[in-house]
C-alpha cells in the first residue's frame, strides 16, 4: 500500500485536493468513486519525489526545523511501543506541511508493504540524508531503532539550532550592510545632485573631492540598472565558477590559509563530522561506513579529502587518530580526543566532547566577529557620509573664492 495525492471533482463539480493511501492507481481511483468523487489525477507521491529530484527545483527536500521535529516524535512514539506504521501515520497526521505529510504516508506506504524503514527513507533520499538513513538501517539491525531515534533527534534539533545560532547573529549585520547602501545610494541619486546643482554653474575649480562626488552620483543616477546588472552578472558569475571543482578546491584551500577564516572553517566542519561520526559510531553503523558518511557533512573539500584518505589508511589497520593527523588540518584537540577513545574504548564519548568543544568554540568566534563586525560597520557608514558631507561643505567654505 502507498500512499497517492488526487486531484477529483465532487458532484457540484468543485475540485477537490488531498491524500490518501491505496494499493494502486486503479484502487485509488476506485476509492474516490465510492466517496462520490470523480478522479481527475492520481499521483503516487515516491514517483512525483522521484520526478522532482530529476527537475529543477527550490526546495530539494524538508527543512531542518521539519526534520527535527518528525524525528523527536518518531522516538517519542516508538518509546511509547506504539507500532512503526502507526507511529508514520501519526506524525503525517500531526505534521501541517502538505509535502511532509505526503512523504510520511509515502515512507509508511513502504514500510506496510515488507520493506524496512531505512528503504522507505531511501525513496526519498533528498528529504532524508545518507546519515539519517544510514544510521536508521544500523538501528533497525540491532534491534534498538527506539535509542537511535531518539539519538538522531537530538542530532538533528542540535544542528537546527546550531544553524538558527548563526542565522540569528547574521541578521543585524545584513540589515545595517543593506540599510547602509540603500541610504547612501539614495543620498548619491537624489540628495547629492540637488545641493551641489548650485556650485556647478560657478566658473570657479570645484574641490576634487567634490567633482568626484558628483561623478559618481552622475554616473550613478544614468547607470543605475547597468550597475545592478553588472553586480549581479559578478555574482552569479561568481557563484558559477565556485560549482567547478578546480576553483572552488582554490578557494577552500584559500579559507583554510587566512587568519581568522581558517579557524572558523576548521570549526564549523569539525563540529559537523565529530557530531556526525560520534551518532554513527553510537549507533553501530561501522568504523568505515561511519567515517564514509561523516565526510559526506564536510563541506571544505581539502579536509573533506582528508577524511577519506584517513578511512583508506583506516581500512589498512591505521588507527582512526594517526589518519586523521595525517593531513594536519584537523583541531589536535580532536586528535588527542579520539586517541583516548579508541585507547579507552569510549570513541563515541570522547568525539561528542570534541563536537561538544568546537561548537563552543565556533559559538565564541562567532559572537567576537560580530561583536567586531557590528561597530566596524557603523564606522564605515559613518565614514561614508561624513565624505558627502565634506564633499558638499568644501564648496562652501570656499565660497568666496568661487564668487571671484
Do not use: C
Not at 43 to 71: C, M, Y
Amino acid at each position: 500500500m502507498g500512499a497517492f495525492e488526487y486531484v477529483a471533482l465532487d458532484k457540484s463539480g468543485k475540485e477537490a485536493k488531498g491524500l490518501i493511501e491505496g494499493d494502486t492507481p486503479k484502487h485509488v481511483r476506485q476509492i474516490l468513486r465510492d466517496r462520490s468523487l470523480l478522479p481527475v489525477k492520481v499521483t503516487e507521491v515516491a514517483q512525483r519525489e522521484a520526478k522532482r529530484q530529476r527537475s529543477f527545483s527550490l526546495r530539494r527536500g524538508i527543512s531542518p526545523a521539519e526534520l527535527a521535529l518528525v524525528t523527536r516524535q518518531l522516538a517519542s512514539l516508538s518509546q511509547s511501543g506504539l507500532p512503526l506504521e502507526e507511529s508514520l501515520l501519526a506524525v503525517s497526521q500531526q505534521n501541517d506541511q502538505p509535502r511532509t505529510k505526503s512523504i510520511l504516508l509515502g515512507v509508511r506506504g513502504k514500510v506496510m508493504e515488507g520493506h524496512t524503514l531505512a528503504d522507505g527513507l531511501a525513496e526519498f533520499p533528498q528529504a532524508f540524508p545518507e546519515l539519517y538513513r544510514a544510521t536508521i538501517a544500523a538501528g533497525e539491525q540491532s534491534g534498538h531503532l527506539d535509542v537511535v531515534l531518539e539519538r538522531l533527534a537530538d542530532y538533528t534539533e542540535a544542528r537546527h539550532e546550531l544553524r538558527q545560532r548563526i542565522s540569528n547573529a547574521m541578521i543585524y549585520p545584513i540589515a545595517l550592510i543593506v540599510m547602509a547602501i540603500a541610504i547612501i545610494a539614495f543620498m548619491l541619486a537624489t540628495v547629492v545632485p540637488r545641493i551641489v546643482n548650485v556650485f556647478q554653474n560657478s566658473a570657479a575649480e570645484l574641490p576634487p573631492l567634490t567633482r568626484g562626488l558628483i561623478a559618481t552620483s552622475e554616473f550613478l543616477r544614468d547607470n543605475w540598472l547597468l550597475v545592478i546588472i553588472g553586480l549581479s552578472a559578478v555574482i552569479y558569475g561568481l557563484w558559477w565558477l565556485l560549482q567547478k571543482d578546480g576553483p572552488r578546491r582554490r578557494y577552500h584551500r584559500m579559507l583554510l590559509s587566512l587568519p581568522i577564516t581558517s579557524r572558523l572553517t576548521r570549526g564549523i566542519n569539525t563540529a559537523r563530522f565529530t557530531r556526525t561520526f560520534s551518532i554513527l559510531a553510537g549507533s553501530g553503523v561501522p568504523i568505515l561506513d561511519a567515517l564514509k558518511i561523516s565526510s559526506e557533512v564536510i563541506e571544505n573539500i581539502p579536509m573533506r579529502d582528508a577524511v577519506s584518505e584517513a578511512a583508506i589508511r583506516v581500512r589498512e589497520g591505521g588507527s582512526i587518530s594517526s589518519s586523521l593527523a595525517t593531513s594536519k588540518l584537523f583541531p589536535p584537540m580532536m586528535i588527542h580526543l579520539i586517541s583516548s577513545g579508541e585507547a579507552g574504548g569510549r570513541l563515541e564519548e570522547m568525539l561528542s566532547r570534541a563536537a561538544n568543544g568546537q561548537e563552543r568554540e565556533v559559538d565564541g568566534l562567532i559572537a567576537t566577529m560580530l561583536g567586531i563586525l557590528q561597530p566596524l560597520l557603523i564606522i564605515i557608514m559613518g565614514g561614508v557620509v561624513l565624505t558627502i558631507v565634506l564633499a558638499i561643505l568644501l564648496p562652501i567654505f570656499q565660497i568666496n573664492d568661487l564668487i571671484r
